[in-house]
């Protein structure tokens, strides 16, 4: 029997297969490094190419890492992926991250890192922070609607973050699972939706800068953006109706355990506060 992996890594996917490949051979050349054993899951959202023979070709250099596919069909959104993805997920934290790999795999501890530690229930990349980490930023136009985007979401949710759609966001599962299970939109919100419900069950979030280059083929477009918006006021809606009562009580009832907020253990490594690098420590005592 293969050993538990101590992290999952989610990928969605849509019509992706250009740039997929690569993706997950860097993917795979880091986890081989790491002293724990991982799982890698990609997500093909309907895809209309054949990204999924991609996604296969490239397991060939999985190594230990134990990697599949699940395929949804048709195309559901990116939000719906990733619930698939974490839901399907089998070790106590679990990433996702663009398949562009915006944000460098490199910055996996410092989101992991503090779970692993008992500190935080989710973690999540932010490019609002220290745009000092940004190496590639977006069009002028994007970059502004992203902002405008995230002040409105501050004033239509109290939630107290500043960059909520960075594709780069951790979660301890034993107690994140039913706001995973809880949560419902299926496209550019979800992750609004995500970081929400936490916060009504008094999850413990923690925004933190990481690197960050824009990549060409991004699939936010104009349309994605005024849905967002739209996502936003259903949230509003949804909440009054009650439609997250049930996740927020199942989530304090996680949270609420004797055990939810010990240290994890790292399988294959000895125990250790965080598994950041000397570099990457030294560049978060900068930020």
Not at 120 to 137: E, M, P, T, W
Not at 249 to 273: C, N, T
Request: charged share 25%; with cysteine; hydrophobic share 40%.
């Amino acid at each position: 029997m293969s050993q538990k992996p101590s992290l999952s890594l989610v990928v969605p996917a849509y019509n992706e297969s250009a740039r997929l490949g690569r993706t997950l051979a860097g993917v795979f050349d880091y986890l081989a490094e790491q002293p724990y054993a991982a799982e890698l899951i990609v997500v093909d959202d309907g895809s209309t190419d054949d990204t999924a023979a991609v996604a296969e070709r490239s397991f060939a250099g999985a190594g230990r890492t134990e990697a599949r596919v699940i395929r949804v069909e048709p195309n559901k959104g990116k939000g719906h992926a990733v619930r698939t993805g974490l839901l399907a997920a089998r070790a106590p934290v679990a990433l996702f991250t663009d398949a562009d790999l915006s944000t460098p795999i490199t910055e996996t501890p410092k989101i992991v890192a503090p779970i692993r530690a008992g500190q935080y229930d989710i973690v999540f990349g932010s490019r609002a922070l220290d745009r000092k980490l940004i190496g590639v930023h977006q069009p002028w136009r994007r970059e502004q609607s992203g902002r405008v985007f995230n002040l409105v979401v501050r004033l239509a949710t109290g939630l107290p973050f500043w960059d909520t759609q960075c594709g780069f966001k951790a979660f301890r599962m034993d107690v994140c699972r039913p706001v995973i299970e809880g949560s419902v939109i299926d496209r550019f919100g979800f992750d609004v939706e995500l970081l929400y419900v936490a916060h009504l069950a008094g999850l413990r979030l923690k925004e933190r800068a990481v690197r960050w280059d824009d990549v060409e083929g991004s699939k936010v477009t104009l349309r994605s953006g005024i849905e967002g918006f739209l996502e936003l006021r259903e949230l509003r809606r949804q909440a009054r109706r009650g439609v997250y009562d049930e996740a927020v009580a199942r989530a304090r009832a996680a949270a609420a355990r004797s055990d939810a907020r010990a240290p994890l253990p790292v399988e294959g490594s000895a125990p250790a506060p965080s598994d950041a690098s000397p570099e990457l420590v030294s560049s978060e005592r900068r930020i």
